[in-house]
Structures are given as C-alpha cells and as structure tokens.
C-alpha cells in the first residue's frame, strides 16, 4: 500500500529539499519551526493525503466485494482530486527544477496555493464517515464500448421495447461467444440505469452452480444467506426478497453468460413475482428454451463492412494513411475473424503501430495457418483466433497474461496489486533494481491492454485491469492439466484431492471463497505444484500433512485468511520464496523458517505475530520483508537485520525502532519504511543513501528521545 505512495513522489526537485535538509542538520541553523513548517503544511499533508488515499481505496475494495455498498460520489470525487494534484505536483516540481532554487519552492505563490488545497483535502478525509453507501436498488451504470453494426442498433431498440411493456416476462439473448451479448445487454442496463429503472445485473460464469448462483443474486439483492445452507431455504428467502422489491416498484433482473440450463425455482422463481423481467445471455438457444425466455433475440456477428469498420477503428489514427497493399492485408486479417468483434479487436489491437508491409504479410501468414484446420467446435475456432494474438507475445508476456486467469471471472485487478504478483513470482527480471521490476511490470500491464487482451476497468491509464471470461477460457484452455483454477465459487470445502490435486498441477488458485478448513487426513501429492493461492477464505485451520508432498512450493499466498497458527510441515518448504501473510489479523505462530533458504519475500504486514518467526537469521537470500501494521510484535531482534545481505525492501512498524547501524549495513537497500530515533540518525541514514547510485524510496517517522513520532518526513524518491 505504501509503496504506492513513494511512486508518486519521484523527482529531482526533492533532491534539492533533502540537500536544505541536511544542511540544516549540520550546520544547526535555528530555522526548526520553519522547517517543521514546511513539513507539517505542504509535504507532510500530501504525504498524508496519497497515505489516507491508500488506505481509502484498500477499504472500498475489501467493503465492495459483499456487494452491499458503493462508494460515496463525495469520496470518489476526492480520490480523484488527490490523483489530480499529485500530477500538479510533479509538474511543480519541474519548474523548480528549471529555475534551481528551493527558496522558490518554499516562498512560491503555486507552492501556498497548492498547500491550502492540500489543506481542505486533509481537512475532507477528516469528516467522510462512512465511505461507502448502500447500493441502490436502481444499479449502476457499467463501462462499455460502443455499438458496432446495424443489428446491434435493432436488437438494442428492439429489446427497449419489450422492457416498456408488461407483455413479455422473460427475454434470453444468445449467440456465440465474443459476438457482443454482455455489451449489448450493459447498454441495456445502462439505459435503465439512466431512466431510474431498478435493474441487478449478476454474471453467472461458466462454473456456477446453483448455490453459487444464489450467492451472487443475494449478492445484488444486499441480502445476507451465506449462513443457510439449505438450497430451498435459500431460494424462499430470494423470494421474499424479490416480491418486497416488486411491492417498491417493478425491476429488472439480468443474468449474464449463462452456460446451461437451471431451475428458476432455486432462484427464487422471479417470474412468478409481478413486477419482474428477467433477461439472461446465453451462447445456447437451447438454454433460452429450457430456461422458458418469452422472447428468443439472437446476436449475428458483423458483416464484412462492418467488420472492416470495426478492426480499422481498433487499429487507431492514422489508418487512412496506411500503404494501399497493407489495407488489403489488414481488410483479409478482418475478414479471417468471421465477424466476431471480440475477435477483430484483439486481432487488431495486436497490429497497432506496424507499417512495414512485410510485417504485415508476416501476420497474415500466420493467422491462416492458425485458422487453417476449422473444427465442428465453434468455440474452438474462436479460440483459435483469439490465441493467434497470444502467440504473437513474447513469453514474458504470455505468462504474465496466463497468470490473470487465476482470479476470478470479470475479478478487477489493481495494476499495482498484479505487478507485485510478477515479482513474486519473479515473472519480471529480478536482476533489476526494484523500481526497474515495478516499471516492467506496468509495462507488461500496459502492453496486453493495448493489444486487447485485457481491458481497463474506467477510461483512465491508472484504472483497474480485467479479463474478458471468453480470453479467460482460452487462457484455462492453455494452461489445461497444470492449472486448476476454482476463484470465487463460493466453495465452503477444499476440493476433493483425487479429482482436482493431480501430480501435473503447477498452479491451483482457490481465492475468494469460503473454505474454513483443510482436513487432517489431506496431503495431496503434486511434486510440480509451484504456486498456491488460498487468499481471501476463511480459513482457520491447515493440516500437518497438507504441504507434506508439495516439495516444489514456490509461491504460498495465505493474505486475507483468519489463520491462527501454520502447521510445522511449511517448515520443510524448502523451495519456497515467496510466504504471503499479510491481513491474517489472527495469525499469532509461524514456524521455524530456517530451511527456507531460498525465500526472497516475506510479508507479515498487518498480522497478529508478538515476535519474528525462529530462523528468520537464516535466511540469506530474502530480499522483501514487510511488517506494516504488525502492531503486536513486541520486539526486533538486534542483529538480525545484517544477516540479508540481499534485502532491497524493508517495512518495519511504526512503534519497532532499529539501530541506525543495522539499516546502514543493508547495501542493496532500495525501500524503507519505519522510524528513526531521532535527527542526527535521520542525517546519517540520508547519508548513508547518497553513495548507492540508485533511487532510494522511504518513509520515515523520525521519534523525539520519549520514542514518540516529531517530525514525519514524506515517502520519497530520490536519483543520487
């Protein structure tokens, strides 16, 4: 969370801030209070600011995820207004670079302006209260793109029509998968959105199961049923709630990507409540029909024009210039995509930016050959489409795209979450510093959005990333027999060991569900299993013998679980390098870590611990150690710091004081979080920084002699 605070205060503008810094440490000027000053009223609240924004935006995501609230257009507007200042900011931070003096800064009619903005900020964040509200029941308005072709236009009015009418009950949209349903139906909810219709938009997902598809209309409902397990019982109380809605005013319940049929009855029989439209999309007539829909709308793919529209359209400005010859390869590469728009998207949005006619050629080639065998499977010739925008990758890219598909369907990814989850699992080039990691991780982001495999989440470049379920499946399709993803499907249970836990699997994801337990008798045996994710359940309890015959252990992500203690067996671990326990408030043991030689990340933020797990000294290679939050861990061993001589990252609470020494020692230091004593060791770790030849990011709370925090400097970034 921190980290995303010192990225955005990189400049050579704070090297001249630091450089009055020291000086006055050494020279002992009386100039304290209007140094304490500048700290207190323009970098200590930005400071303060981007840290409250963190925080902020941490609760709204862990807060969203039951479904029952939204933020607040009040807090949405500041966070927006934090991001915008931050930008005004840096460019300050030029135009002092530019005129060479920090008096400028420190007198400058923009630097007061800004500090009394920066002011009201502080001051508004004081009085949000709650941060986010209940949801109303009129839904919310999603983020799409626009219509492409004239049967899109029709099937839109035509489905407007029918909602404007009590006549038809039900109405299910199928085709095949890519063709446009979901963002025609998001038009669709956003119309009703707009014209203060009550509308609950659930995406149902190929794993589903009826349980699972009560969760989630609950879910939309802000009803709670999480603690009945009883599917009738659960299906009457969606009754209920469904017929107090439609007492309040009639709505709209939209079911989206449904894969096969199920019994409305188990749903809560929404058609048998007056006042209620159901709309499903489906890739099955079929399932239209089981189902009972009234109306029956098929989407069409786009015909050649509109094909040629579409891909010309992705590939962005300038394609009216493009070479004749290549026109005509671009116009056969649309025509090989069969009119499928997510198709002509991602095909095109891999050709963005190339020019040269060979190039070209080159693409065309290979498309045909990838397209060249057609399958009775329609899916699979999708696929087959999709995936030549995949092959184009490089394989640093292709794994980083793969590893998306481990979150759940439609699940909304920071950019900042998934770029530390490349390092871990050292997906970028570790030999780099780690801002280089950071850079090539937003890089990759960035790349696999431009070229449509991903998807932004707002109309914003800092914005939330996604997944499209159809790239999804192609992804799972990939990686078949070494990845087992189960994410968000409300599983209570840990799967079954002889069906799910083969001796082939790599990775198995099981975030976000509501498994409380895994059994004494379990171990299963997968010797190639390198990534586990189990982050975000409830869980209590682990086994001894559960990590037992899982030798190849690379990446453990317990974060967000209710674990108490870990079972000795993650002692023998020994190929681990990255143990991830962060916001396990409950977690009060760890065992002996002294075998896990080869672990370079460990993270204990926000945990339960009184003191460092035994062994820690040992090991030499760690090169990530955060203790954020860790408020219960009573004391820091001396000497232990020396001992990772590798360690490039180190967050450390606020109440556990290190000797000055100790920091000092850790050459290849890049990021430091936590307290120093007093000035004169500030001024010494400062100087300590100045020979590294890299950036060096901190945030330091500096203590007066009672070890209470003085003076908090700002999270910076410095180019010595």
Request: hydrophobic content about 40%.
């Amino acid at each position: 969370m921190l980290k995303g605070i010192g990225e955005s205060f990189v400049s050579k503008a704070k090297d001249k801030l630091l450089d009055y810094l020291v000086d006055y440490a050494q020279e002992n000027v009386l100039h304290v209070n209007d140094y304490k000053l500048t700290l207190e009223t323009l970098e200590r609240k930005i400071n303060l600011s981007t840290s409250r924004a963190s925080d902020v935006k941490e609760e709204i995501k862990n807060t969203e995820m039951s479904g029952k609230k939204k933020i607040k257009r009040e807090v949405k507007n500041w966070l927006k207004e934090i991001k915008k200042i931050k930008g005004e900011f840096r460019e300050l931070e030029e135009e002092i670079q530019s005129q060479g003096f920090i008096g400028r800064f420190l007198g400058g009619h923009a630097a007061a302006k800004m500090n009394a903005r920066v002011s009201e900020l502080v001051e508004q964040s004081q009085h949000f209260g709650e941060l986010l509200l209940d949801k109303s029941c009129n839904g919310e308005a999603l983020l799409t793109t626009k219509l492409v072709g004239k049967t899109f236009m029709k099937n839109l009015e035509r489905i407007w029509k029918f909602l404007a009418t009590d006549k038809v009950s039900s109405i299910g949209i199928y085709g095949m998968g890519g063709v446009g349903k979901t963002t025609l139906m998001k038009h669709v909810n956003n119309r009703l959105v707009e014209a203060k219709k009550s509308v609950f938009w659930v995406t149902v997902s190929q794993e589903c199961s009826i349980m699972m598809l009560q969760d989630k209309i609950a879910h939309v409902l802000h009803l709670d049923i999480s603690n009945e397990h009883n599917v009738d019982i659960r299906a009457a109380k969606l009754n209920e709630a469904f017929l107090a809605l439609a007492k309040k005013k009639n709505f709209v319940l939209i079911l989206d990507d449904v894969w096969k049929k199920f019994s409305l009855e188990k749903v809560g029989d929404p058609l048998l409540v007056e006042g209620c439209m159901l709309i499903l999309t489906t890739r099955s007539l079929e399932v239209c029909r089981q189902v009972g829909c009234k109306e029956k709308i098929v989407v069409e793919t786009l015909n050649e024009n509109e094909s040629w529209n579409l891909f010309r359209e992705t590939l962005g400005r300038g394609t009216e210039l493009i070479d004749p010859k290549v026109e005509e390869i671009a116009k056969s590469m649309a025509k090989r995509c069969d009119g499928l728009p997510l198709g002509i998207i991602t095909i095109a949005g891999s050709m963005r930016g190339v020019t040269c006619n060979y190039v070209w050629r080159n693409a065309l080639r290979e498309l045909k050959e990838s397209c060249f065998r057609q399958d009775d499977d329609e899916e699979d010739n999708v696929f087959k489409v999709l995936k030549y925008s995949f092959d184009r990758l490089d394989q640093r890219h292709q794994h980083c795209f793969l590893y998306f598909s481990l979150y759940p369907e439609d699940y909304e990814v920071s950019v900042e979450h998934i770029v530390s989850k490349f390092i871990s699992e050292e997906l970028v080039d570790t030999k780099w510093s780690m801002e280089a990691q950071l850079d090539e991780g937003r890089a990759i982001v960035d790349r696999l959005v431009n070229v449509c495999l991903l998807e932004r989440v707002e109309d914003d470049p800092e914005s939330d990333v996604r997944m499209h379920d159809l790239l999804r499946a192609m992804a799972l399709k990939i990686t078949r027999g070494k990845t087992m993803v189960l994410a968000g499907c409300s599983l209570n249970q840990i799967p079954n060991e002889e069906e799910y836990w083969t001796k082939d699997l790599e990775k198995m994801s099981l975030m976000w569900n509501e498994i409380v337990e895994i059994p004494a008798e379990m171990s299963p045996n997968c010797p190639k299993l390198s990534t586990l994710l189990l982050c975000g359940n409830r869980l209590k309890f682990i086994s001894e013998s559960f990590f037992s015959q899982m030798n190849g252990l690379r990446v453990l992500d317990l974060s967000y679980t209710e674990i108490k203690e870990l079972p000795n067996s993650l002692s023998n671990l020994e190929g681990l390098k990255a143990l991830l326990l962060q916001g396990c408030e409950q977690l009060v043991y760890v065992p002996y870590l002294g075998k896990l030689k080869a672990l370079k990340q460990l993270n204990l933020s926000w945990t339960g611990i009184t003191e460092v797990p035994q062994g820690m000294e040992k090991l030499v290679n760690l090169k990530r150690l955060s203790m954020i939050g860790a408020d219960c861990l009573e004391i820091f061993p001396r000497d232990l710091l020396p001992n990772f001589l590798y360690l490039q990252c180190l967050h450390l609470p606020n109440h556990i004081q290190i000797p000055i020494e100790e920091v000092e020692s850790l050459k290849q230091l890049q990021e430091f979080v936590g307290p120093i004593k007093d000035m004169c060791n500030f001024n010494r770790f400062i100087r300590s920084q100045q020979s590294k030849g890299y950036d060096t990011n901190y945030y330091i709370v500096v203590t007066d002699f009672m070890g209470r925090p003085d003076v908090q400097s700002v999270y910076q970034n410095f180019n010595w």
